[in-house]
Each structure stands twice: as C-alpha cells, then as structure tokens.
C-alpha cells in the first residue's frame, strides 16, 4: 500500500484551476458583451461586422482546442497554460490599442482565441485525472470561478468604461489577466503520480459509479479513433453544439439587448453579472448532482431549464424579469457546463480525453460562432433579438432530445471499438 502525503495536492489544482476560470471567463465574456455599444458608437461598426469577431474566435478556439488537448497530453498543463493562456491578457492590452475594424477583429480572432482556449481543455484534463469520485463535485468549484469572475468584472468593467473610458478599461483588464493566467498557471501538475499520489487522495483510484458508464471500458478509456466511430459522440457532439449556441448568443448580446429596451450600460453590466454569477450555483450544485445520479438525466433537466428562461427572455420588457432571466439562464447555464465535461470522461475515459474533449469543442465553437454572429445580422436586419431568441429555444429543446438518447456504452468488440 503507498502511503499517502497527509496533503492532497489535487486541492491546490483546484484553487488554481479555479483562479484561472475566475479571470480567464470572468473578463472574457464582458470584455466583448459590455464594449460591444462603445465600441459600435465611437467607429460606426455593425452590430453584425463587430460580432464577427467574437463569433470567428469560437472557431479558433475549436482548431487550437484540439491542439491544446495534444499539448496537454505531451507536455502537462503547466507548461501550455503559462505560456499560451498570456495571450488572453496581451489581447486586451492590444485591443486599448485599436484603429481599425481589421485590427479589433484580427486581435479577437487570433490572439484572444490562444488564451481563451487555455481555459477549457487543460483544466478540465486536470481534474479529470486528479479526481474521480468527487470529479463533478471538483469541476463544479472550478467552474464556479467564471460565475464569481463574471460577478466581479462585468460590473467593474463598466464602471471602469463610464469612468474612464473603453481603452482604459481593456488596458487594466489585459494587466489583470496576465498576471492572474500566468501565476495560477504555475501550480497545475499533470496528474497525482507528479506528487506521488493518486486520484482523490487515497491509495488506489477509485471508480466513477455515474450512471452513463461503460462497465466494458478498459481502465484508460477509449483512444479518439475509438471514440469517434460510437454514436455516443454524436449525441454528446450535439449536446455541445446545443450548449455553445445557447451560452454565447446570448451572454454576448445581452448586454446591448438591455440598452436597445431603453436602460443603461450599466443596467446591462449588471445583469450580465447576475447571470454569471448565477452560473456558480449551477456549477457547484449540479456537479454534486452529477455525482449522484449521473449526467444524462440532470443535462434533460437542464436544458428544459434553459428552454422556460428563454421564453421568459423573449417576452421580458421590464427590468426585473430581465433580472429573473439572467438569474434562471445563468444556472443552467453553470451546471451544463459541468455536466459536458463530466459527461465526457465517464463515457470515454481518461486515455485520450484532452483530444476527445477538444474535438468535442469544435461542435461546440461552430454552434457559438454561428450564433453570436446570426444573433448580430439578425438585428441588423429587423432590429431586435426575437428571431434569435426562438432559435434559441428551438436548440435547447433539442438539446433535451439529444440527452434522452443518450445510452450508456456497451463492451468493447473485438476491434476495440464500441458499438452502442
């Protein structure tokens, strides 16, 4: 029996992996949303040309995702989170410094996609190999840093726009996310054998009992080849895609969306607060579900969640019910985007999950680009976000089916991949 250090180090990855998400997320999401209006009233832009942007950076994000789940796999997430998550903060020390269309949109889509997709992939890997039995339970507190993150920097970031200005305001957000990216980023060890430990600081792993599970699975899971050919990642490929155009349509716009009803900037920057902040209850509270009962299940019930605040978006004139909205989409929001990622390792395991999970994003990236851009042209066009707001709960109604459908694996075939 290896005797155990009295310490867990997993408890230190979390901190960091939670500081990272409380920064990286945290400013990610109103350095766009909140600067979208003064951006579009100091240089004239289009709602859809600006939102271009932010929408083509999903797709970055999908290609070097992938990338960034290979480099996990080699070289640790140390190593790829100090080095490459810097790039978030130099994107917004760049963007204080914008002319033109081509530079604010050149400097989103490649050197803000570069930090951005340090967050997702590298983290989540780490968890995922510290932790098995409180892996829900971890990554919830993890993800809780974005809705603590988006609590704080939403409404600090406009105050700093109405205080002193939008090339202040990214200059100091840029100053922050660099420091913040590359000192928690030092802390992150690949997995427990680095400290000579294992999985929830006992002495031997202990198994996941979630209820989408693979009792055939061989102990380090699937390699991608296998994975791809289940249909189990179609289903769970759409659950992303359904998510990522849910989260990003709507957190990027919605910021103009309660300034087109006639409130202000910072009314905006509040309620994209709320909704952030909103999401840490669902990150916290659902990854413990998720430990519980499993994922397929809570993803149902999520996304019917998401369907009704939709709703209640759409017809939403008053400022309380935008209120309302905020709270209820926030968190589910929160709790989808823990269940993706748990989802994910219990299927699959841990063999090539940087890779899986990497793939996995690029449904998830392409849905956010076509949805925060549709969103813009759409408004454009009519003048208002209704159109996309019964996209929206078209999506998150399909979302519900996809996670009705999903079963668990079966044995492996003699070619070693699995067959639903």
């Given amino acids: 029996m290896v005797r155990q250090p009295r310490f867990f180090y997993g408890y230190v990855v979390v901190a960091a992996g939670f500081v990272i998400w409380l920064i990286g997320w945290g400013t990610y999401t109103p350095s766009f949303s909140i600067f979208l209006k003064p951006l579009i009233s100091e240089f004239g832009w289009s709602r859809a040309e600006t939102s271009l942007a932010y929408s083509l950076?999903?797709?970055?994000?999908?290609?070097?995702?992938?990338?960034?789940?290979?480099?996990?796999?080699?070289?640790?997430?140390r190593r790829v989170v100090v080095a490459l998550g810097s790039f978030l903060g130099i994107c917004y020390l760049l963007m204080s410094?914008?002319?033109?269309?081509?530079?604010?949109?050149?400097?989103?889509?490649?050197?803000?996609?570069?930090?951005?997709?340090?967050?997702?992939?590298?983290?989540?890997?780490?968890?995922?190999?510290?932790f098995i039995r409180k892996r829900g339970l971890m990554i919830g507190i993890v993800q809780a840093g974005t809705g603590i993150g988006g609590f704080i920097f939403a409404p600090f970031a406009g105050w700093l726009i109405l205080s002193y200005g939008w090339r202040n305001a990214y200059a100091v957000m840029g100053v922050i996310a660099l420091a913040g990216m590359v000192t928690a980023g030092l802390f992150l060890k690949r997995d427990p054998s680095e400290m000579g430990q294992s999985p929830d600081g006992g002495n031997t792993p202990i198994v996941s009992k979630g209820i989408v599970s693979n009792p055939g699975l061989p102990p380090?899971?699937?390699?991608?080849?296998?994975?791809?050919?289940?249909?189990?990642?179609?289903?769970?490929?759409?659950?992303?895609?359904?998510?990522?155009?849910?989260?990003?349509?709507?957190?990027?716009?919605?910021?103009?969306?309660?300034?087109?009803?006639?409130?202000?900037?910072?009314?905006?920057?509040?309620?994209?607060?709320?909704?952030?902040?909103?999401?840490?209850?669902?990150?916290?509270?659902?990854?413990?579900?998720?430990?519980?009962?499993?994922?397929?299940?809570?993803?149902?019930?999520?996304?019917?969640?998401?369907?009704?605040?939709?709703?209640?978006?759409?017809?939403?004139?008053?400022?309380?019910?935008?209120?309302l909205f905020a709270l209820i989409f926030g968190f589910a929001w929160g709790n989808q985007a823990v269940l993706r990622f748990t989802l994910?390792?219990?299927?699959?395991?841990?063999?090539?999950?940087g890779v899986v999970i990497g793939l996995l994003s690029v449904a998830e990236s392409v849905a956010a680009m076509t949805g925060v851009y549709f969103a813009g042209y759409v408004f454009d066009v009519v003048g208002n976000y209704e159109t996309a707001f019964w996209v929206g709960i078209g999506i998150s109604v399909t979302g519900i089916i996809l996670?009705?459908?999903?079963?668990?694996?079966?044995?492996?075939?003699?070619?070693?991949?699995?067959?639903?």
């Fill in 57 to 77: 950076s999903f797709l970055v994000q999908a290609g070097v995702g992938v990338a960034m789940g290979w480099l996990t796999d080699k070289l640790g997430p």
């Fill in 97 to 130: 410094q914008v002319r033109s269309l081509w530079q604010f949109q050149l400097n989103y889509i490649i050197v803000g996609s570069i930090g951005a997709s340090t967050l997702n992939v590298p983290v989540m890997v780490t968890l995922s190999r510290w």
């Fill in 403 to 420: 996670a009705g459908l999903l079963k668990p694996l079966n044995a492996p075939c003699p070619e070693g991949a699995l067959k639903p």
């Fill in 220 to 323: 380090p899971g699937l390699v991608l080849r296998e994975a791809v050919r289940t249909s189990q990642f179609w289903i769970i490929a759409g659950l992303y895609g359904s998510f990522g155009f849910c989260r990003s349509t709507f957190t990027a716009h919605l910021a103009a969306h309660v300034q087109d009803l006639g409130f202000s900037l910072a009314d905006g920057a509040n309620i994209l607060a709320v909704l952030t902040g909103s999401s840490m209850l669902g990150r916290i509270g659902m990854g413990r579900l998720v430990d519980m009962f499993g994922s397929r299940r809570v993803f149902m019930i999520s996304f019917g969640v998401t369907t009704m605040s939709l709703i209640l978006g759409l017809m939403a004139r008053d400022l309380w019910v935008l209120y």
């Fill in 344 to 353: 994910t390792s219990e299927v699959f395991g841990l063999a090539s999950l």
